[in-house]
């Protein structure tokens, strides 16, 4: 989904570095690519070809929504869409960034092509001097592509089509420097939803980034996660006006996949969502497709009234500061919303330190009531419940596991 040829040289050269995020530069030795400063602050406004983006259409606001919701990264790099253009100038390389939907080559779903400048003449600065995202046409075309949020129609939750905003996000950020990485789960990678269509997994299954599915379990979100959010504060500097955002998501690292040009990306996947008492293993799953490895399907846990299963999620702060003590609730829900009638249950652990830089991977001890009536429940958590810490997102606070209770 991206490559730069000028770029090829520079990967696995940052091993080094605590941080996982993997970021372009123009040489060796050159600092990481980066927008100019202008007035304190960089930006990437890409003009809009009006002919694959017409005003008020789904995908100009799908591509709307994914550029503001990269704009709320902690640091001082803003997203936008610039002024219209009809002429394309042949594409990439004409010096000006610009957005459309074209042929991007052996890319599946979309390209982006950067363009950059290695200052050796005076302070050996690496500047990125233009970027252009080509989206894949063909795709459109056939109805491939999904603009709203919905979550039943994304492949990688049991539909058949792929996400344009968390496409449209990846190769934005790709557009500002960041390169695939494969140490954590986050935008920069993959999430996978398994499905194999004669030993390939068809292209709407295999997506970028990580979703939040919140309390309205029909929609799924894509949010850039803690470690892009690092790598934009470490290049942009950390901007101390944009607000915080924490978030726990089903997702884990599961693996890593090749991108055919030595760069992999990390593969995300919904597993170990129930664990058992001792933490030790995943809870046996209902199986209800031939395929025992169906990951589109969220995993539903066999689990006996009365007895102790630790929930196991992941943690993720792509906001600006360490969150030393979140509030966390726990619900049963006879349904896939979470609403007010639903059972608060007690936990062992009441607040989570979240950290930033790399998300983290929390087992927590629950005891499902003795009372409790057989039958299928989604199990909840709910981050800071009473809103204490001031968000840019808070689509993001929420998620579960499903359980079928005997
Ligand atoms: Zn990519």
Request: one cysteine or more; glycine letters at 6%.
């Amino acid at each position: 989904m991206l490559k730069q040829y000028a770029l090829l040289i520079v990967l696995f050269l940052i091993n080094s570095e605590v941080s996982a995020y993997d970021w372009g530069k123009c040489s060796s030795i050159s600092p990481r690519m980066h927008w100019p400063f202008l007035s304190g602050r960089a930006a990437y406004a890409p003009l809009v070809h009006s002919v694959s983006f017409p005003v008020g259409t789904p995908q100009r606001n799908a591509l709307e929504n994914s550029f503001s919701r990269l704009s709320v990264n902690p640091a001082k790099i803003d997203f936008s869409l610039g002024a219209p253009t009809t002429s394309l100038l042949d594409n990439a390389f004409n010096g000006k960034n610009e957005v459309w939907f074209g042929n991007p080559g052996n890319n599946i779903h979309a390209s982006t092509k950067r363009n950059t400048f290695y200052d050796i003449t005076n302070t050996g600065d690496c500047f990125l001097i233009e970027a252009d995202i080509i989206f894949n046409k063909a795709f459109k075309d056939n109805g491939e592509y999904e603009w709203s949020i919905a979550k039943n129609q994304l492949g990688i939750f049991g539909g058949a089509k792929a996400s344009f905003q968390a496409i449209a996000m990846h190769e934005t950020a790709h557009a500002a420097g960041a390169n695939h990485e494969h140490q954590t789960p986050n935008l920069m990678g993959l999430s996978h939803g398994g499905l194999r269509s004669a030993g390939k997994r068809n292209s709407a299954f295999l997506i970028p980034g990580q979703y939040s599915t919140d309390i309205n379990q029909k929609i799924a979100l894509p949010f850039i996660g803690c470690d892009l959010a690092k790598g934009f504060s470490d290049v942009y500097q950390l901007d101390m006006t944009k607000k915080e955002d924490i978030s726990v998501s089903p997702w884990k690292l599961d693996g890593q996949e090749n991108d055919g040009l030595g760069d992999p990306y990390s593969l995300h996947r919904r597993k170990q969502l129930v664990m058992n008492a001792a933490g030790t293993a995943e809870m046996p799953r209902i199986i209800t497709s031939a395929d025992p490895d169906d990951l589109r399907k969220d995993p539903v846990y066999k689990v006996p009234k009365g007895s102790t299963i630790n929930l196991n999620f992941m943690y993720d702060n792509a906001g600006r500061t360490n969150q030393p003590a979140v509030k966390r609730n726990f619900y049963l829900s006879t349904d896939d919303n979470l609403s007010p009638d639903d059972k608060l249950l007690p936990a062992a652990s009441a607040t989570l330190a979240i950290p930033l830089g790399a998300p983290t991977v929390i087992k927590t001890p629950v005891v499902i009531p003795a009372s409790t009536l057989a039958g299928k429940y989604w199990l909840f958590i709910k981050l800071d419940p009473n809103n204490d810490i001031t968000e840019s997102n808070n689509l993001n606070n929420a998620t579960y596991a499903v359980i079928q209770v005997s």
